[in-house]
C-alpha cells in the first residue's frame, strides 16, 4: 500500500484504514513505512476523539520519519502533529512546529502543510494569515496536480471565508471542494460538505435547512463512526437552535455533548467551543447562572490558548449573565462599551447585541451620548447580516429613536422591525420554529403597547397587540401530507406507544420501548424542521396592517388581553367604542386560572364533596376579577369574542360569570377569528364521528350524534385508526372526536389522541391537507396549548386553526366521560338547529345549570369555544 492510499484512507473510511494500519505495524516494517502507518492510526485516533493517544502516536511516527532520512516524510509528521497539538489546546507549541514543517516544506508536500497551518490559524481567529497560507496552499497544490489536497484546502478557505462574511466566495469554493471529492470517491469528506452547507444555510437565515443539512452529516458521520466531528456538529447546532429561538433544547444540546466530550477525552479547543456554546444556551433560555459559570470556562480556556476572538465572544456572554442576574456596577457599562466596540472590529455576529446592550446600560447611567452611539451602531446592523439578526437592530433603532424622544420614529422603527421578524418567521416552516422565533418582535410590541399606554389609546393598544398576534396562526401547513417517511415515523411511534402503554398495565420493563419513543420523536421532529422556504402569500396577515375593529366586530363585543410589567390590561370594544381597563397583577390571574381548573378537574372524578357547587360559584368569581376586572360589565349577554395572550388560553371562561349566559368564542387573534368568519367551506358537507378505545359511555354518545347526522362515517371499536381517522377528517365539514387526550407539556407538538393503533399526535393533524372546517374534541384538555413566548401556542388548537378549521370545541381540562357524553349530544343538537359553537355551548351551560348537576355544570365550564 502506498503513503498515499493509506493516508487518504484514514480520512475517508477510517475503520479501515487503522485494520491496515495495525496489519503494516505487525509485521516489524521499515522506519518508512512504520512512519506512514502510525501517521494513518493517528489521524483515526484523533478524528475519533482520543487526541491524547494521536498525539503519542504521532510522536512515534516523527522519530520513524526521523529514522528513515525523509525531509518530506517529517515535515508531514509535524505537520499532523502540530495541528494535533493545536487543537488539544496546545496552542503555541503546535503553532511553532507548523511553522518549522513549513519551513522545510516545498511544492505539493509544502501546499499541504500550508493547509494545515491554515486551519490552526483560523482556529485561533488570525483569518488574514489563515487565507493567505490557502492562496499559497491552493496554487501549489494545483500546480502539482494535487486535486484531493486542493479539495480540503478550498474547505478550509471556505470556512474562513464564512467567518468574514464573504459566503459568495466561500459557496464557490464549496462546490468545487465536493465535486472533487465525489470524483475522488472521499465519502467522509463529502460529508464534510454536508456540514459546511449548515453552515451557509445558517448565515443566510435559513434555519430549517441548516438543521437539515446538520442531520444529514451526522448520519453520514455515525456510518462511519466517527466522533471528531460530533462535537463541532453539537456547537452549530446550538447556533441554529439559539438563532430560531429553541433555547432549552440548545441548552440540552450543549450539556448532553459536554459530558459526552468529558467522557472520550475530547480536544481542548473543542471543549471551550461545546462551553462557549453552552453558555450562549443558558442565557437565551432565561438561565443566567449556569450562563456565566459556562462562558467564564471558555473565556479562561480561550485565553490559554490564544484565541483571542472567541475570548471576547466569551467575554460578552458572560457580561451579558451579569447584566441579566441585576449587576450594574459601573465596571460592568464601560466593560460592556468596551467589548461591543472590540466585537464590531472583528466583525462577530454578537456585534449587534453586544451595542445593543451597552447602549441600553448607558442609557441606564445617563451616558445620553455613548447610549447613543452604541445604539446607533447596533442599529446599522438592521439590513444587513443573517435574517433572524435584522429585528436586532430595528429594536436598537427604536431604542434610540425612543431616547431622543422621537415616539413617532420610534414607533415606525417598531413597525419595520415586527416586519423583519415576520420575514424571518415565515421562512421556517415547522410551527416549533415559527413560535420560537419571536423574542425581539416581542419587546418591538411592547414597546409600543407601553407608549399606547402612557397615551392612554385604547385603539392604539389594541392595534400594537393584534400585530404580533396576527401573523402566529396564519402560517401554513407543518409538512408536506403525502411524506410518506413522516408517516412510516408516525406509524412507528404508534406501535412504539402501544408497547409502552401493554408494559405499563402489565408491570413488564419499558426501558427499551422508552427508549426507542425518544429516539423517533427526535427523528419527526428532526424531519419537520428540514423545509424550508417561505409560504404563498393567500391567506396571510401581514403584521404592518393594522385590524381596525370598529368595521368589522359587527354586533360582537371584543375584549382583548394584554400584559405589560406584570400588569394585565382589557381593551374592550362595545358598541364601537374602544377602552383599556387596568386589571391587577398577571401572576394573581396566573394563579387563579389553576385554582378553577384544579376545582374542575376535582370534579371530573365524579364525587363532589360537600359544598361544592357555592365553592364552584366563588372560584369563578375570583377568576373573573382576576381576569376581566372592570372590564366584566360592560358584558352584557350578546356575542363576545376573547382574544387572550397565550399564558391564558387554557382558562375556563365559562366559569365566568359575566360569560356564562354569553355565546363567546376564544381566538388566539382578532385577525384569526375575522378571517375564520371569511372562509367558505366548499365541497359536500360531509361528518365524521371517531371514538377512541377505554372510554365510558361514548358508545351512546356517538350514537345519539350519529341520530343528528344520518349520513355521518363512523370509525369506531377497532375501525378508528390513525390513518382511517386522517382520510375521514381531509376536508370533512364537521367531525367529532371521542377519544382520550394527553397533553405534553415537555413537547406540546406530540400531544394526542388515543386512536385504536395507538396515539394521534399534533403531528399526524399537521399531515391533513385542510382540516374539518367545524370539530368537536371532547377528550380532556384538547383544548390546552403551550405558551412558548408572550403570544405564541403549540397544541392542536396551532395545528388546526392555519389548516382551515373555523370553529374548535375542546376542553381545558380532564372531564367526566359519562356525563361528557350526554352533553356532547345535546351540544350537535344545538348546531343542527343553526346555532354557532359559542351560542350552541351558551345553551349546553344554561341547560347543565338548570339540571342542579355540579359534575355537569363543571364539564359544560370546562370546555371553551375556539376561532369562529
Not at 516545498?106 to 488574514?128: E, F, K, T
Not at 490564544?306 to 451579558?320: E, K, Y
Request: aromatic share 4%.
Amino acid at each position: 500500500m502506498t503513503s498515499e492510499r493509506l493516508l487518504s484512507l484514514a480520512l475517508s473510511r477510517p475503520a479501515e484504514a487503522l485494520r491496515e494500519a495495525d496489519q503494516i505495524l505487525a509485521g516489524r516494517p521499515e522506519p518508512l513505512a512504520a512512519s506512514i502507518a502510525r501517521h494513518a492510526r493517528a489521524i483515526v485516533l484523533r478524528d475519533g476523539g482520543r487526541s491524547a493517544a494521536a498525539i503519542t502516536e504521532l510522536r512515534r511516527a516523527l522519530r520513524d520519519a526521523q529514522a528513515s532520512g525523509g525531509a518530506g516524510r517529517i515535515a508531514d509528521v509535524q505537520a499532523t502533529l502540530g495541528l494535533t497539538l493545536g487543537f488539544a489546546g496546545r496552542t503555541r507549541p503546535g503553532l511553532a512546529m507548523l511553522d518549522e514543517a513549513v519551513a522545510g516544506g516545498r511544492g505539493v508536500p509544502g501546499g499541504r502543510i500550508l493547509m494545515r497551518r491554515a486551519s490552526l490559524l483560523r482556529v485561533l481567529g488570525r483569518y488574514d494569515e489563515a487565507l493567505e497560507d490557502l492562496r499559497r496552499a491552493i496554487a501549489l497544490l494545483r500546480r502539482g496536480g494535487d486535486r484531493l489536497w486542493e479539495a480540503r484546502s478550498r474547505m478550509h478557505r471556505f470556512l474562513v471565508l464564512c467567518q468574514i462574511g464573504q459566503t459568495a466566495r466561500a459557496d464557490r469554493d464549496l462546490i468545487e471542494a465536493e465535486r472533487i471529492f465525489n470524483e475522488l470517491g472521499q465519502e467522509m469528506e463529502s460529508a464534510n460538505v454536508l456540514h459546511n452547507r449548515a453552515e451557509l444555510a445558517y448565515l443566510a437565515g435559513d434555519l430549517a435547512g441548516a438543521l437539515g443539512f446538520l442531520d444529514a452529516a451526522a448520519d453520514r458521520f455515525a456510518r462511519y463512526g466517527v466522533h471528531y466531528y460530533s462535537f463541532e456538529l453539537a456547537v452549530d447546532r446550538c447556533s441554529v437552535l439559539l438563532a430560531a429561538g429553541l433555547f432549552t433544547e440548545a441548552v440540552t444540546v450543549a450539556e448532553e455533548t459536554i459530558r459526552d466530550h468529558a467522557a472520550r477525552g475530547g480536544d481542548a479547543t473543542k471543549a471551550a467551543d461545546l462551553l462557549f456554546a453552552a453558555g450562549q444556551a443558558a442565557y437565551a433560555a432565561g438561565r443566567p447562572a449556569l450562563a456565566a459559570e459556562r462562558a467564564a470556562a471558555a473565556r479562561d480556556l480561550f485565553r490559554r490558548q490564544g484565541r483571542d476572538r472567541w475570548h471576547a465572544r466569551a467575554s460578552f456572554v458572560v457580561l451579558q449573565s451579569r447584566w441579566a442576574q441585576g449587576h450594574r456596577e459601573g465596571r460592568l457599562v464601560s466593560r460592556a462599551g468596551e467589548l461591543a466596540d472590540r466585537l464590531d472590529q472583528m466583525d462577530a455576529l454578537e456585534a449587534p447585541a453586544a451595542h445593543l446592550l451597552a447602549g441600553r446600560l448607558a442609557a441606564e447611567r445617563g451616558s445620553a451620548g455613548d447610549a447613543d452611539r452604541h445604539l446607533a451602531r447596533a442599529a446599522h446592523f438592521r439590513n444587513r447580516g443573517p435574517s433572524f439578526g435584522h429585528a436586532v437592530g430595528w429594536l436598537a433603532h427604536a431604542l434610540r429613536a425612543k431616547g431622543r424622544g422621537d415616539n413617532r420614529a420610534m414607533l415606525a422603527a417598531c413597525r419595520f422591525g415586527l416586519r423583519a421578524a415576520e420575514n424571518h418567521r415565515r421562512t421556517l416552516v415547522a410551527p416549533e420554529l415559527q413560535a420560537h422565533a419571536t423574542v425581539h418582535g416581542i419587546e418591538l410590541v411592547e414597546l409600543a403597547q407601553h407608549e399606547a399606554v402612557a397615551r392612554g389609546d385604547a385603539r392604539m393598544l389594541l392595534r400594537w397587540s393584534e400585530r404580533w398576534r396576527a401573523g402566529g396562526l396564519a402560517i401554513a401547513a407543518v409538512h408536506p401530507p403525502d411524506d410518506p417517511e413522516l408517516a412510516a415515523e408516525m406509524a412507528a411511534l404508534r406501535a412504539v406507544a402501544r408497547r409502552l402503554a401493554e408494559a405499563r398495565a402489565t408491570g413488564a420493563p419499558a426501558k427499551q420501548a422508552d427508549s426507542e419513543r425518544r429516539a423517533l420523536e427526535g427523528a419527526i421532529r428532526a424531519r419537520t424542521r428540514r423545509v424550508s422556504g417561505t409560504h404563498p402569500q393567500t391567506d396571510r396577515t401581514r403584521t404592518d396592517t393594522a385590524v381596525d375593529p370598529l368595521s368589522t366586530l359587527g354586533e360582537h363585543t371584543l375584549v382583548t388581553l394584554t400584559f405589560l410589567d406584570g400588569t394585565l390590561y382589557a381593551t374592550t370594544v362595545v358598541g364601537g367604542r374602544a377602552r383599556t381597563h387596568v386589571v391587577g397583577p398577571l401572576a394573581t390571574a396566573v394563579r387563579e386560572v389553576e385554582l378553577a381548573r384544579f376545582a374542575l378537574r376535582r370534579l371530573a372524578r365524579g364525587r363532589p364533596p360537600m359544598g361544592a357547587g357555592p365553592a364552584l360559584e366563588a372560584a369563578g368569581a375570583a377568576l373573573e376579577g382576576a381576569l376581566l376586572g372592570p372590564a366584566a360589565k360592560l358584558l352584557g349577554g350578546g356575542p363576545a369574542v376573547v382574544v387572550p395572550p397565550a399564558i391564558l388560553h387554557s382558562v375556563p371562561w365559562g366559569m365566568l360569570p359575566a360569560l356564562r349566559d354569553t355565546p363567546f368564542v376564544v381566538a388566539p387573534s382578532l385577525a384569526t377569528w375575522l378571517r375564520a368568519g371569511s372562509t367558505e367551506h366548499t365541497g359536500r358537507r360531509r361528518v365524521v364521528l371517531v371514538r377512541g378505545p377505554e372510554l365510558d359511555g361514548t358508545g351512546l354518545e356517538i350514537k345519539h350524534i350519529a341520530r343528528t347526522y344520518p349520513q355521518a362515517t363512523v370509525l369506531e371499536d377497532g375501525s378508528a385508526t390513525a390513518e382511517a381517522v386522517l382520510s375521514a377528517l381531509d376536508g370533512a365539514w364537521t367531525a367529532h372526536i371521542a377519544a382520550h387526550g394527553v397533553f405534553r407539556g415537555d413537547n406540546p407538538l406530540f400531544s394526542s389522541l388515543a386512536l385504536d393503533d395507538g396515539p394521534l399526535t399534533v403531528y399526524d393533524l399537521g399531515r391533513l391537507r385542510r382540516a374539518p372546517a367545524r370539530l368537536v374534541l371532547s377528550s380532556c384538555e384538547s383544548g390546552v396549548a403551550a405558551p412558548v413566548s408572550t403570544d405564541e401556542l403549540l397544541g392542536m388548537v396551532s395545528a388546526l386553526i392555519p389548516l382551515g378549521t373555523r370553529s374548535l370545541l375542546a376542553s381545558v381540562v380532564p372531564v367526566n366521560d359519562a356525563v361528557t357524553s350526554s352533553l356532547m349530544a345535546e351540544f350537535h343538537e344545538r348546531l343542527q338547529a343553526g346555532r354557532g359553537f359559542g351560542a350552541a355551548l351558551r345553551d349546553v351551560r344554561r341547560a347543565a345549570a338548570g339540571s342542579g348537576d355540579v359534575i355537569a355544570l363543571a364539564t359544560a365550564w370546562s370546555f371553551v369555544s375556539l376561532g369562529r
